[in-house]
């Protein structure tokens, strides 16, 4: 066995003669437990915090988006319908009318927007599957819409209500004078049902069918605003963006999904990684215990090391033996502190014991790249500390 590994494992599992020295290694121990334990939560929680949110967009956002660059709307020719049905990286993809609209219903008013969509829409994003009351557009049904929870809160909206309709203004394009008793075009709708989501979400579309968005707006009979895709499964998205943007030309913008919410991919990851540096930081402090214990250790047995050193142990050799205790006892307080980390990230995805709401337990999710962060983290740090505290070890410091 090797000589400084054998020494330091004894000196790690032994008791000392002094009490306050067991003490210290003890809170030492605790505290690399409760930092690995934390840091291991944390991040496991922003991980399924970043699914959870992540899911949200899967029903709110498509895969890719294809707007006009000039202009708000421009016509689905034969030529773009070629180019999109042709590639085999698109599952499917559905035209969409959005425009920013004034909403009234019983003397409130709100701003939202219109959004049409064809019947296919829901294989773009699944939005039917987010509705908390009512039903999904029915294309048989002309003047019907979905609106989101945040929306119906604002204007005191009810489902399938059929007293006071919603009513949908868009101003008249035009210049000159306006008459402000015209100035409108009007569509009133009954309301089938409400969608959930992120809370911009719910505060942002009024979802009618493509025909009624189209009539209200007066557009031509391919006139959108733009286009909506679902890819399949296993498509680069980045890669294919690139490839379908050269081959639209400059006439169109190309967006991914992650380009659509820009700020609040940037926001989720940024908390994450000042989470991460928060919780390192509060290791580090609780890695100062450690350097604390194992300098009151070599203190301990500055006897011991003389014996060692007349034995025929060099310097390097007895400082090697406390760097090994103090990455040992690191390594073994990380591995505790991820093995209660793991048993309360299953429980709690399985029983869900903090809850966000009453039906929401708080999302975490259980992922190697986390544990693999912790462990790189904690025995980075647990070496630097062991080398810090060797460091006092000098053949003046044993021979005094």
């Given at each position: 066995m090797n000589f400084p590994f054998y020494i330091a494992k004894r000196y790690l599992f032994s008791k000392t003669s002094n009490n306050a020295i067991n003490i210290i290694t003890i809170i030492a121990s605790f505290g690399v437990?409760?930092?690995?334990?934390?840091?291991?939560?944390?991040?496991?929680?922003?991980?399924?915090?970043?699914?959870?949110?992540?899911?949200?967009?899967?029903?709110?956002?498509?895969?890719?988006?294809?707007?006009?660059?000039?202009?708000?709307?421009?016509?689905?020719?034969?030529?773009?319908?070629?180019?999109?049905?042709?590639?085999?990286?698109?599952?499917?993809?559905?035209?969409?009318?959005?425009?920013?609209?004034?909403?009234?219903?019983?003397?409130?008013?709100?701003?939202?927007y219109l959004k049409g969509v064809e019947e296919n829409y829901t294989s773009i994003t699944h939005v039917d599957s987010?509705?908390?009351?009512?039903?999904?557009?029915?294309?048989?049904?002309?003047?019907?819409?979905?609106?989101?929870?945040?929306?119906?809160?604002?204007?005191?909206?009810?489902?399938?209500?059929?007293?006071?309709?919603?009513?949908?203004?868009?101003?008249?394009?035009g210049t000159g004078f306006i008459n402000?008793?015209?100035?409108?075009?009007?569509?009133?709708?009954?309301?089938?049902?409400l969608y959930s989501g992120t809370e911009e979400f719910e505060n942002k579309f009024v979802f009618v069918s493509f025909d009624d968005a189209r009539k209200l707006l007066k557009f031509?009979?391919?006139?959108?605003?733009?286009?909506e895709l679902k890819l399949e499964k296993d498509t680069e998205v980045d890669l294919f963006a690139e490839e379908l943007q050269k081959e639209l030309g400059d006439t169109f913008k190309v967006q991914t999904k992650e380009q659509l919410n820009e700020v609040f991919y940037k926001v989720i990851n940024t908390e994450n990684i000042v989470s991460y540096l928060i919780f390192t930081l509060i290791v580090i402090i609780a890695l100062f215990n450690v350097i604390g214990a194992i300098i009151m250790m070599i203190i301990d047995k500055k006897s011991n090391l003389k014996t060692l050193l007349s034995i025929g142990a060099t310097i390097k050799e007895v400082k090697k033996t406390f760097e090994i205790q103090g990455f040992l006892l690191t390594f073994l307080g990380m591995l505790l502190g991820l093995t209660l980390g793991?048993?309360?990230?299953?429980?709690?995805?399985?029983?869900?014991?903090?809850?966000?709401?009453?039906?929401?337990?708080?999302p975490v999710e259980f992922r190697?790249?986390?544990?693999?962060?912790?462990?790189?983290?904690?025995?980075?740090?647990?070496?630097?500390?062991?080398?810090?505290?060797?460091?006092?070890?000098?053949?003046?410091?044993?021979?005094?």
């Open positions: 437990i409760v930092g690995s334990l934390a840091l291991f939560i944390i991040l496991s929680g922003f991980s399924g915090l970043r699914t959870f949110s992540y899911s949200l967009l899967e029903n709110s956002d498509p895969d890719i988006k294809i707007s006009s660059i000039k202009g708000k709307s421009f016509l689905f020719d034969e030529d773009l319908y070629q180019i999109l049905e042709n590639n085999t990286s698109i599952k499917v993809f559905s035209k969409v009318i959005e425009e920013r609209v004034f909403l009234e219903y019983n003397d409130k008013n709100e701003i939202a987010i509705l908390s009351v009512g039903n999904w557009i029915n294309e048989e049904y002309s003047n019907t819409a979905v609106v989101g929870n945040g929306i119906s809160r604002k204007l005191s909206l009810g489902v399938l209500n059929f007293g006071a309709p919603l009513s949908i203004l868009v101003p008249k394009p402000p008793n015209n100035a409108f075009y009007k569509l009133d709708v009954q309301i089938v049902g031509k009979e391919n006139q959108i605003t733009s286009i793991c048993v309360l990230v299953f429980v709690q995805k399985e029983f869900g014991l903090f809850m966000i709401t009453q039906n929401l337990p708080y190697f790249s986390n544990l693999l962060i912790v462990i790189f983290t904690i025995t980075f740090l647990g070496f630097i500390a062991s080398k810090i505290a060797s460091s006092r070890i000098s053949k003046e410091f044993i021979e005094k």
